[in-house]
């Protein structure tokens, strides 16, 4: 293995551990007894919008007993509810509360500006290349 596949996997080994240790962290600024995995739903559910469990389940990569176990979760914090699918009465979509919009903006503003300050020296066009080829490796897996 060459210089450049052992640099990248030394970097993303960083990044993920230093997600993870951020998820927990941001979770527990949310609500204190949210799971750290259950905040990448809050992310995904205020950018989407409302959806069905299986496609959470589906865009994160984990099974429906996981993502219902997540879901339960986040809906007995009151941060998620559940309405009936109009389309298949045998499914529901899942939507953020008011209560779990809140928190989760405010959150999410002082995670943004935390990375701000980080990359306060980065120019934008370096920051819009990173997301872009985050996205391009985070596609990968679709």
């Not at 998820?23 to 527990?28: D, F, H, I, L, P």
């Not at 259950?38 to 409302?50: D, F, K, N, S, T």
């Amino acid at each position: 293995m060459d210089s450049a596949w052992l640099a990248l996997e030394r970097e993303l080994s960083v990044l993920l551990r230093r997600a993870r240790a951020s998820s927990g962290e941001m979770a527990r600024a949310v609500h204190p007894d949210l799971e750290p995995a259950a905040y990448g739903l809050l992310v995904r559910l205020a950018e989407a919008g409302e959806q069905r469990a299986t496609a959470l389940a589906g865009y994160f990569g984990v099974g429906k007993a996981t993502m219902s176990r997540q879901l339960r979760s986040l809906e007995e914090l009151g941060l998620v509810v559940r309405r009936p699918d109009p389309a298949d009465g045998r499914a529901s979509l899942v939507r953020l509360t008011e209560e779990g919009r809140s928190r989760f903006s405010a959150v999410r503003g002082a995670r943004r500006e935390r990375y701000a300050r980080r990359m306060a020296g980065w120019d934008r066009g370096e920051v819009a290349e990173l997301a872009r080829l985050l996205n391009r490796l985070n596609s990968l897996d679709s």
